[in-house]
């Protein structure tokens, strides 16, 4: 037997090492900066230049806190301490008017900063929903492996948390980060030409303190959150899982089981969570210890030099308010620091799943699929979803335009993997699937399957209206059109019964509809498609006989002119067929009508006569 290609696993840990964060940072800026997007470029231009403004407002706003005390102290002291400051003019112009000029600076502070918030704005949003749609759009192209694989409740959280990771992003690094480390170099450096290199160090230490204790503290703090998100995204899973499977928990009256089950992984985010919140508690008080430290440090000095006649009492007061005004943005900083953190950890883990490659993908300058008769030929197929595990192991099967083909066999015999591979779900490993002689691998995928429509053993809905499901089939299809489908699939009427008619919500995966309504609302889809190539994929194996029976005639008309690939267990829905091909074990053991593999009294007929025994006993 040749041997089976191992089909591509997933993407590399693309952004581990050292490296990661600048990394990932680098892949947001392009968002914030879109190419051939003037306007963008323009707020973001605009937002900088309001940031600028805002920010020397505030820092100037000591300056004339400390005029307005300077003018309403003692005669001499005002005066010099404005002179000291080169101020005096600011001073002369009376106390009055110096609270008015330091109200209209604070309120330049605040305004120019919401302003910018406004302008802004509009880049954040469109960034974040350009991100979300480009994600979005990279876990449908994914591929059926990687979703089997992949739990959704986990995958929508790590896509929910990504999202909102670059939001804030988006807001806070660009417009808080960066503006607060030239707020606090620009305090600096006041204190160094104002006073004198003392108060320069104190304040400097202080802050080479504070940064260097909160950035220590919040990596040990991540690490924490790391494993705290992990056990959320634990019990969230087990919760959708347990909603998702709600029939079931009642069948085995599993409810308790199920809720100790989900309460196991609550207690372990839990503890995570216990520690990310002691360890909060630790940062906070140092933080605060380092910062009291310093002001009491820098007052003190101070006030050493208004009783040494050096310092004016507005000196004082200025100290205090710088001081004051850089322990709000410190105090910023940790919270900042330590959501910019998770953000990046949040970032991380959506941007490794906007890398991993889709296993099926187009070639560059796949072409459309040219339509012809429809036939469909399976050539010397081998196939394994485990390399250990060969499923198909050299099939040969073919079906001529407008031909019925039924594939049958024992559970396990890749039947239905057939159905997949026409698809392109998967890409073979040795041979070829052929459409109208074109390999499926050389051809657009959106072209093949718009050829191509099935009719599923299990119909899973959307949470919304009948006629929704149903127009699913063809984009853009009318009411009439939908209904023409409905009445083709007798299901019309049906739905004509409800209070609400096509209009009526069918729940969550359909639940609110039976087996069989469920399977017309699958017919009605496929006959809204038109598509030249139909696959029945055990369409009716989960019905009563009765129902099945009704869905077969539907069927039968919705098969008419078309190529069929029937995939059954149950053998007396394809008697009828054109030709049946018998699987087993992945190779292809028996091929002819009904009534020839019957008088051949080989694997088929050993089937056909089980089959009898077990519907004349039911």
């Not at 031909?403 to 015999?413: D, L, P, R």
Request: net charge neutral; charged share 25%.
């Amino acid at each position: 037997m040749r041997r089976i290609r191992t089909p591509p696993r997933g993407a590399p840990d693309a952004l581990e090492g050292a490296d990661g964060d600048m990394r990932i940072l680098a892949r947001v800026a392009p968002w914030l900066w879109p190419e051939g997007e003037g306007w963008a470029k323009r707020r973001v231009a605009g937002a900088l230049l309001l940031l600028a403004v805002a920010k020397a407002a505030t820092v100037a706003t000591p300056w004339f806190y400390k005029a307005a005390v300077d003018a309403l102290a003692p005669a001499g002291g005002a005066a010099d301490g404005g002179q000291g400051w080169g101020i005096g003019w600011l001073v002369a112009a009376g106390p009055v008017a110096l609270v008015i000029a330091y109200g209209v600076v604070r309120l330049m502070g605040a305004g120019f900063q919401q302003l910018r918030d406004a302008v802004f704005a509009r880049v954040g949003q469109r960034a974040l929903r350009r991100m979300a749609l480009t994600t979005f759009r990279h876990v449908h192209a994914l591929s059926l492996r990687y979703h089997i694989a992949r739990q959704t409740g986990s995958l929508s959280r790590v896509i929910d948390r990504g999202v909102k990771a670059v939001d804030f992003l988006l807001r806070f690094l660009l417009f808080s980060l960066a503006p607060l480390i030239i707020e606090l170099a620009l305090v600096a450096v006041i204190f160094l030409l104002a006073f004198d290199w003392r108060y320069f160090v104190v304040v400097v230490a202080m802050i080479v303190a504070y940064v260097s204790f909160t950035f220590a503290v919040t990596e040990w703090r991540v690490r924490i959150r790391r494993r705290m998100n992990q056990e959320d995204q634990e019990a969230t899973q087990k919760a959708v899982d347990s909603l998702l499977n709600f029939e079931t928990v009642k069948y085995f009256g599993a409810e308790e089981r199920e809720t100790q089950r989900y309460d196991r992984s609550m207690a372990a985010y839990e503890d995570a969570a216990v520690k990310t919140a002691t360890s909060l508690a630790a940062l906070n008080a140092g933080q605060a210890a380092i910062i009291g430290a310093g002001l009491v440090a820098v007052m003190a000095m101070a006030a050493q030099g208004v009783q040494a006649g050096t310092l004016t009492v507005g000196d004082f007061v200025m100290v205090n308010a710088y001081i004051v005004q850089i322990t709000m943005p410190l105090g910023f900083l940790g919270t900042v620091y330590r959501e910019i953190r998770q953000a990046l950890v949040d970032m991380d883990e959506m941007f490794r799943l906007i890398d991993q490659p889709p296993e099926v993908s187009d070639r560059p300058g796949a072409p459309a699929l040219r339509r012809g008769a429809g036939r469909i030929a399976f050539e010397d197929v081998l196939f394994a979803y485990e390399p250990e595990r060969p499923i198909l192991k050299g099939v040969s099967i073919a079906a001529e335009g407008g031909e019925t083909v039924a594939v049958v066999g024992a559970t396990g015999s890749g039947k239905s993997t057939l159905g997949r591979l026409l698809f392109r779900f998967y890409d073979v490993q040795g041979g070829r699937v052929t459409v109208d002689g074109q390999d499926v691998r050389e051809v657009a995928q959106a072209s093949l399957r718009e050829a191509i429509g099935v009719v599923p053993q299990d119909t899973v809905l959307f949470n919304d209206t009948i006629g929704y499901n149903i127009a699913y089939g063809r984009e853009g299809a009318s009411r009439a059109e939908v209904i023409a489908a409905a009445r083709a699939a007798r299901i019309h009427d049906f739905i004509e019964g409800l209070p609400k008619g096509y209009d009526t919500v069918v729940g969550e995966r359909g639940l609110k509809l039976s087996g069989g309504e469920k399977q017309r609302v699958a017919i009605a889809r496929a006959i809204l498609k038109n598509p030249p190539i139909l696959v029945l994929d055990e369409a009716t194996s989960a019905l009563d006989t009765q129902t099945e029976r009704e869905i077969q005639e539907s069927l039968k008309r919705l098969s008419k002119d078309r190529t069929v690939l029937v995939i059954a267990h149950r053998l007396s829905t394809v008697a009828d067929a054109d030709r049946i091909v018998v699987l087993d074990d992945g190779l292809v053991v028996e091929s002819g009508r009904h009534a020839e593999l019957l008088a051949k009294d080989g694997r088929y007929a050993r089937l056909w006569r089980r089959q009898q025994e077990t519907d004349e006993a039911a």
